[in-house]
């Protein structure tokens, strides 16, 4: 997204921006002990749909330790605990254009001051951020305002710049001061998310047993496919890209049994046809907050893509 943002690639990228805005806030207004996350996920991507955008991956909904990549599968369907820290991450795209942002959900207001750490971190990264600044400044703001509240940032975890039909375009947006990154600058016209995981925990997540994510590799197949792959395949090829989706969004699209597609879909995974993002768990089960916007960053100035309250 270096170069020509046109006035149409504009409209698109600040459309896609508040399209996932308002979704992330319904989602977290619909967010209750005891509701089902399919539930609260379909309303969800269905919000985005209905407003002419489609859902740049699947709506996310992780739990306590659980830090991010939980969306309901064919089978698991989590519901809601009592007094659970819940994380509504949420994308939107108009034409491939790109809206990613996250909030949480404290439903028993056990752990304001830790969702207030990576909220604040954050509002601090968005006071900081502007085109030229180099990545090791902008995660030592991240960090300050998580550390001088008492808990860690996730390091393994990190923000990204987003391309046209592309999550994360290439540059990793660390959320700690991290020396390697000293030489890396934002350049102009770059469209990126920036999103603080703060934790009570050990500050690393690990992968856990849940893979409900999965997202089309590119690559073409080396061995025949049979019938029932190549027709998934093709599915996701046409809708998704290689953006990111999960089987509950393609057993609505194929009339086939929920049993034959999580086959299909672990076969063209271990063909490397498809790529799975498994849930990842904070490594000393810490309660995990996290909170995203996305940034247009411009010569002279950034545009908060993803806050409602401001470009409404
Ligand atoms: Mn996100
Ligand atoms: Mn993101």
């Known amino acids: 997204m270096r170069d020509g943002i046109n006035e149409e ?4 990228i600040l459309l896609a921006g508040k399209i996932a805005g308002e979704a992330r806030d319904y989602g977290a207004k619909l967010v209750e002990a005891g509701k089902k996350a399919s539930e609260i996920c379909e309303l969800v991507e269905n919000f985005i749909r209905e ?4 859902p740049a991956f699947p709506c996310n909904i992780s739990i ?4 991010a990549h939980y969306t309901p599968g064919l089978f698991d369907d989590m519901e809601i605990p009592e007094c659970a ?4 991450d949420v994308g939107a795209h108009v034409d491939g254009y790109i809206g990613d942002t996250a909030v949480t959900v404290d439903l028993c207001d056990k752990y304001g001051k830790l969702l207030e750490a990576s909220r604040e971190a954050l509002n601090a990264a968005r006071r900081a951020l502007r085109s030229g600044v180099n990545l090791y400044e902008l995660g030592k703001v991240i960090q ?10 996730i390091k393994n975890l990190t923000g990204h710049t987003i391309g046209r039909y592309l999550i994360h375009a290439g540059i990793s947006i660390p959320n700690y001061a991290d020396r390697l990154s000293i030489v890396i600058r934002i350049p102009p016209n770059t469209l990126l998310a920036i999103e603080p995981f703060a934790t009570n925990g050990r500050g690393l997540v690990k992968e856990g047993n849940i893979t409900n994510i999965f997202s089309y590799t590119g690559k073409r197949p080396k061995s025949e496919l049979n019938h ?22 393609i057993l609505k699209e194929l009339s086939i049994d929920r049993e034959t597609l999580d086959k299909t879909i672990r076969s063209l995974q271990a063909k490397k ?32 893509t993803t806050d409602v309250s401001s470009n409404a």
């Open 51 to 54: 407003r002419g955008a489609e």
């Open 228 to 249: 029932i792959e190549e027709k998934v395949l093709e599915v996701i090829e046409k809708k998704f890209k290689t953006l990111p989706f999960t089987p509950r969004w």
């Open 85 to 88: 820290v819940v994380k509504v």
């Open 144 to 153: 300050n305002q998580i550390r001088k509240r008492g808990y860690k940032v």
């Open 64 to 67: 306590n330790e659980i830090a």
């Open 9 to 12: 690639i504009m409209k698109k």
């Open 273 to 304: 046809l498809l790529h799975g993002y498994p849930i990842l768990i904070e490594a000393g089960k810490g309660v995990v907050a996290q909170f995203e916007h996305t940034f247009l960053v411009l010569k002279n100035n950034v545009i908060v």
